[in-house]
């Protein structure tokens, strides 16, 4: 089952832009570049193309944190759907076959305890979609039914927010009184695939990032139109296309600012109408699997972080051919295998690619300061580990003159 939520930690906290001095400097070395990046300015936002390698000097280093997981008792876990880092440093996760409780490890790993259980009744779920941290409150978005409820750091409920819709894919928490997530508004002619922001009681505040007219009820429901979410340290929000290398910075009253895109061959754009997604994949791209464009996050140096999930060389090895009602249906055997990252860093000051870099493994979700969570991996007793893994900048040498 496809990840479909996540937390960020302190990444989703309201942030400073301001560089250090230092990196500053470093930076003033190359901000020359961005007189290259070819741009376009439509009305009052700005589009930036990022095509092309980065020629800064800087590189993306990955070095292990910690593994999630236990091979018995209460700390095994499934295919993981959710997770988040809390402000002590522990993890919350939820995962396959118990989508109702919340899995509490500590900095080091160790399982600690649950928090949850089947019901509807207060600090119980029924499928729990997302879990995410602002400062030391966490926050849990249950789909059935449709509602938030908010943790202290000792567990205790602080509130419970109910909705009227249910979010598609992906969901952004700002604070107790403001997420955003992507939501369908039915129309007799046609169909909003809209993000919008809501209050505490969970009514609609404003519209985001929504195509004029909409889109109309012959296009069939599917993951085209859905997109990443993180916090904006200008207070607005950044969106990342699960199906094209686009992102668009928002502002919550539903302002356009600006667009950052990347023409690499990696990542062709997805088909803007017609079709399921796996009969455009396989229609178009027969020979591989589809590129999926995977996570994004601002940390506090505001920098931008990207995460693209690619089809590894050797592929073909790890998935096989189902028949199922609809045709042959491509399944992964081993995601871990059959797919590779791309990891891009962005300088949202000077709209500059930092650095781009490849790695050999399944990268899907940042979450706290600069850390990044590796898919589900099953060990030969068939217990699923969840290892954390933690992303650098290194800078390059300074120049001597």
Request: negative net charge; hydrophobic residues 40%.
């Amino acid at each position: 089952m496809e990840v479909i939520g996540r937390g960020r930690g302190n990444m989703k906290n309201l942030i400073s832009k301001s560089l250090s001095s230092w990196e500053a400097t470093r930076l003033s070395l190359f901000t020359f570049l961005i007189l290259c990046i070819p741009l376009s300015v439509s009305g009052l936002s700005l589009v930036l193309d990022l095509s092309g390698e980065p020629s800064s000097g800087y590189s993306i280093i990955l070095t292990p944190v910690v593994t999630l997981g236990d091979s018995a008792g209460p700390g095994m876990l499934g295919g993981i759907l959710a997770i988040t880092k809390l402000a002590d440093g522990s993890y919350a996760l939820c995962s396959n076959g118990e989508e109702y409780v919340i899995k509490i490890f500590a900095a080091d790993g160790r399982f600690l305890r649950e928090v949850g259980g089947r019901g509807q009744g207060p600090g119980e779920f029924g499928s729990i979609r997302s879990l995410d941290t602002v400062g030391d409150v966490l926050y849990v978005f249950d789909q059935f039914p449709s509602r938030q409820t908010l943790f202290s750091p000792s567990f205790d409920i602080l509130r419970i927010n109910s909705f009227r819709f249910m979010p598609l894919y992906d969901i952004a928490v700002f604070s107790d009184s403001l997420t955003i997530f992507n939501v369908k508004l039915p129309n007799p002619d046609r169909i909003d695939y809209l993000l919008h922001a809501f209050d505490e009681n969970g009514d609609i505040q404003q519209a985001i990032a929504g195509i004029p007219g909409g889109y109309t009820t012959e296009i069939p429901e599917t993951r085209l139109y859905w997109r990443n979410l993180a916090p904006a340290s200008s207070r607005g929000v950044w969106i990342f296309h699960k199906t094209k290398y686009q992102l668009e910075e928002w502002s919550i009253n539903g302002d356009h600012l600006r667009t950052f895109i990347r023409h690499v061959s990696w990542f062709p754009d997805n088909p803007e109408s017609g079709g399921s997604m796996r009969d455009d994949r396989r229609r178009l791209l027969p020979e591989r699997l589809w590129p999926t464009g995977r996570d994004v996050s601002e940390d506090s140096n505001g920098r931008l972080w990207v995460a693209v999930v690619i089809p590894d060389m050797e592929w073909p090895n790890f998935v096989t051919l189902r028949e199922t009602i609809e045709g042959e249906s491509v399944e992964v055997l081993d995601r871990q295998r059959a797919y590779d990252t791309v990891i891009d860093v962005i300088d949202t000051q000077t709209g500059a690619l930092l650095a781009s870099k490849r790695f050999d493994q399944s990268l899907y979700r940042f979450i706290g300061d600069n850390e990044i969570v590796e898919s589900s991996k099953y060990e030969e007793d068939g217990s699923v580990r969840v290892r954390i893994w933690k992303l650098e900048l290194q800078y390059p040498p300074l120049l001597e003159y």
